[in-house]
């Protein structure tokens, strides 16, 4: 609960957000922001009621929807996996009130936390649904990690067919991954003695491949993770998202 001061404040503000110009229509408010660390475990559920709480303590000029049940409008971009860390998560809002992006930006960061950030915050160029691809950076602590086994990944992601199991709307159905990933680069560090992998992967709403396949594929044809699971381990971090021709997403 809040000390009664700082609510005060806030309903103080959120009275002068309400006397802000009126915006009709409404606009529409993209919202670029990080997800990493110890937020990389939060459900898309969790996400959704997280950034609710967040924009009514930012006093947001938000649009609520009519009817019985008013609520704001969240739009999230492609899903990501619980466990995978993102730099590039997209939300788009809407306002009804004339307030400038980077106040939006600002105000929103003032209530997040060095793990779960915006980055920008603009008038949006393209709908979610010209996402085509997704770019990540997977990092192996493997026993089996050499050079050697870095060239066997490339090969591996590369030669089709590479049947897995993939969960769909419908169910499960094997498929040949290799024709949902535009390229791979496998490399391996002596310094650290890691496994890189960066690729970039079908990630559109017909077509979309989940990074965890590829770490699938790796234990199950090249024994990448089979060894103490309390001394190896991996992690997956999304790093862009592209419209077909590969572009940046905007």
């Known amino acids: ?149 870095a060239e066997k990944v490339n090969k591996l992601l590369t030669t089709s067919p590479l049947i897995l199991v993939k969960k769909t709307k419908s169910g499960e159905k094997e498929v040949d991954i290799v024709p949902l990933i535009n390229s791979v680069e496998a490399t391996y560090s002596e310094s650290d003695g890691l496994l890189r992998v960066k690729t970039t992967v079908r990630a559109s709403a017909k077509e979309y491949l989940n990074p965890e396949l590829i770490v699938t594929a790796m234990r199950d044809y090249l024994d990448v993770l089979s060894g103490d699971p309390m001394e190896e381990h991996y992690s997956i971090m999304r790093t862009a998202v592209h419209r077909e021709d590969l572009s940046e997403f905007r």
């Open 1 to 149: 609960m809040l000390p009664e001061s700082k609510a005060n404040g806030k309903l103080s503000e959120k009275k002068r957000v309400l006397a802000l110009p009126e915006l009709v229509p409404p606009r529409h408010v993209r919202l670029k922001f990080c997800k990493v660390g110890k937020l990389q475990y939060i459900s898309h559920l969790d996400l959704q009621t997280t950034f609710n709480r967040i924009i009514n303590r930012a006093c947001l000029p938000v649009w609520y929807t009519k009817g019985f049940n008013p609520h704001i409008k969240l739009v999230f971009s492609t899903p990501l996996s619980v466990g995978t860390e993102s730099v590039c998560e997209y939300l788009d809002i809407r306002i009804d009130r004339e307030m400038s992006c980077e106040e939006i930006k600002d105000r929103l960061n003032a209530e997040m936390t060095d793990e779960f950030y915006i980055t920008e915050a603009y008038l949006p160029e393209s709908d979610f649904s010209e996402i085509a691809w997704a770019s990540y950076e997977m990092t192996f602590k493997t026993d089996n990690a050499s050079g050697e086994l």
